[in-house]
């Protein structure tokens, strides 16, 4: 999966870079900068989710698991 190929996939938008720029405790942290070539706001936002799911569907295609931290908590009577 290139996230460079799902960014470019989006009208009005170019792409700029992709780093992973961590490893926390239970995630990668990636860094993806793009530029929308429209003013329009509405339009950015539509464009920032359909980037941000189009690497979630990719990551899912590659059969990629994301893991949930759990929390426990013990009440105490």
């Not at 509405?42 to 941000?52: P, S, T, Y």
């Amino acid at each position: 999966m290139q996230v460079r190929e799902v960014v470019e996939a989006q009208k009005d938008v170019r792409f700029e870079r992709a780093h992973l720029t961590d490893v926390g405790e239970h995630a990668f942290v990636l860094e993806t900068v793009f530029w929308c070539t429209t003013s329009d706001y509405e339009k950015m936002l539509d464009r920032k989710q359909a980037v941000i799911l189009g690497v979630r569907k990719a990551l899912d295609a590659e059969n990629v698991a994301f893991a949930v931290p759990r929390t426990m908590v013990e009440r105490r009577a």
